[in-house]
């Protein structure tokens, strides 16, 4: 039986993970967080496939089928709401339209002002913090956990046959990757305010996602930054974008300032390198995309090792 690790218990780790399990291999996962306390638990986040092509595009719809088999569970935190997602250039229909319910293209007298096209549609929306519990609870069932902070991959080398790096911005340090960066991110959080349905807006970065008892609002990405000292004018920011559509958003709103940072990199790091006798996955850099990619890049883990 193959010795295999797992780095990282944020939603690749976990996703990557509970793929190898269903597939025969228990796991040793090294992390220095907690699941809950790991950059992945402060997302949005919802499952987002627009404009993917490619291997992204593949990783994107296995990702959407789990999410929409595991809304069925009431406990997992993943739910499927109606989105409004708007653009600001015409574009052509999405590739999941045939996937996700309900997917229907606004009429010319209906879409929101100063938009070119708009599309309404059933979508996963993943409350993190509870969905890395649900996750996390089936992986301690089946692997040993091992909270620790590796200085570098070589401490694995000699005791596995393989590894798998899901260690998210912290790959940084861990294979001094140089490219990749922070992408510092920040949301108001609010329990008290109604909404019909979640809204996206890519171009000036504004949404707001409706989980099951809280709504989050954003957004902001602030390339090569890990902290904000400005946090109280992004909040002002993100309040002002949020009101030019829904005028009954205010301060007196939000119950809650969240922040998070987004392992950035130009493109996913998914690649095999081989050292002495261990083979080592990379899988990491998944920027603000992690969640829509998760579960399509820890079946290509599997893949990798068949
Ligand atoms: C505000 C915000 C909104 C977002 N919205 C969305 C969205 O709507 N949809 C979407 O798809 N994505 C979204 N994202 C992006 C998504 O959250 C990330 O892509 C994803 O969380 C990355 O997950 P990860 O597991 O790679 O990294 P992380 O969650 O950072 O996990 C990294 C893991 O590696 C461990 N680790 C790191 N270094 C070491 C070390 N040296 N030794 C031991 N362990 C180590 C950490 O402890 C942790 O367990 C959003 C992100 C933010 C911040």
Redesign the pocket.
């Known amino acids: 039986m193959q010795k295999i690790a797992v780095?990282?218990?944020?939603?690749?780790?976990l996703s990557t993970t509970l793929k190898l399990n269903q597939n025969g291999h228990n796991v040793e996962l090294?992390?220095?967080?907690n699941?809950t306390e790991?950059?992945?638990?402060?997302?949005?986040?919802?499952?987002?496939g627009t404009f993917k092509e490619g291997v992204y595009r593949e990783w994107s719809e296995v990702s959407l089928l789990q999410y929409i088999h595991d809304a069925k569970s009431k406990d997992s935190g993943v739910t499927l709401k109606e989105l409004l997602q708007v653009y600001r250039t015409e574009v052509p229909e999405p590739w999941f339209k045939n996937i996700v319910p309900m997917f229907q293209v606004i009429s010319e007298k209906d879409k929101p002002y100063g938009t070119k096209e708009a599309h309404y549609y059933s979508v996963p929306h993943?409350n993190?913090k509870k969905y890395l519990e649900f996750l996390f609870e089936k992986v301690s069932k089946a692997n040993t956990i091992v909270y620790?902070?590796?200085?570098n991959l070589d401490e694995l080398i000699e005791d596995f046959d393989i590894v798998i790096n899901?260690?998210?911005?912290?790959?940084r340090?861990?294979v001094k990757d140089p490219t990749m960066y922070p992408?510092f991110?920040?949301?108001l959080l609010s329990d008290s305010i109604n909404i019909e349905h979640s809204y996206m807006d890519d171009e000036d970065f504004t949404y707001y996602?409706s989980h099951e008892d809280h709504v989050v609002f954003?957004?902001v990405a602030l390339k090569g930054k890990e902290f904000s000292k400005d946090q109280e004018n992004i909040s002002a920011e993100i309040t002002q974008k949020v009101q030019k559509i829904l005028p009954q958003f205010n301060e007196s709103k939000i119950s809650k300032i969240q922040t998070?940072?987004?392992?950035g990199r130009k493109s996913v790091r998914f690649e095999t390198e081989f050292f002495e006798n261990t083979t080592i996955i990379h899988n990491?850099g998944?920027?603000?995309?992690?969640?829509?990619?998760?579960w399509g890049c820890a079946s290509s883990v599997v893949e990798k090792l068949k």
């Not at 090294?30 to 967080?33: E, G, I, L, P």
């Open positions: 780095v990282g218990a944020g939603i690749i780790g090294f992390s220095k967080d699941p790991t950059n992945s638990s402060y997302a949005g986040a919802i499952w987002d993943i993190p620790r902070e590796l200085e899901c260690s998210g911005l912290g790959a340090e861990l992408v991110g920040q949301l996602f954003g957004g998070g940072v987004r392992p990491y998944h920027e603000g995309l992690g969640y829509t990619y998760a």
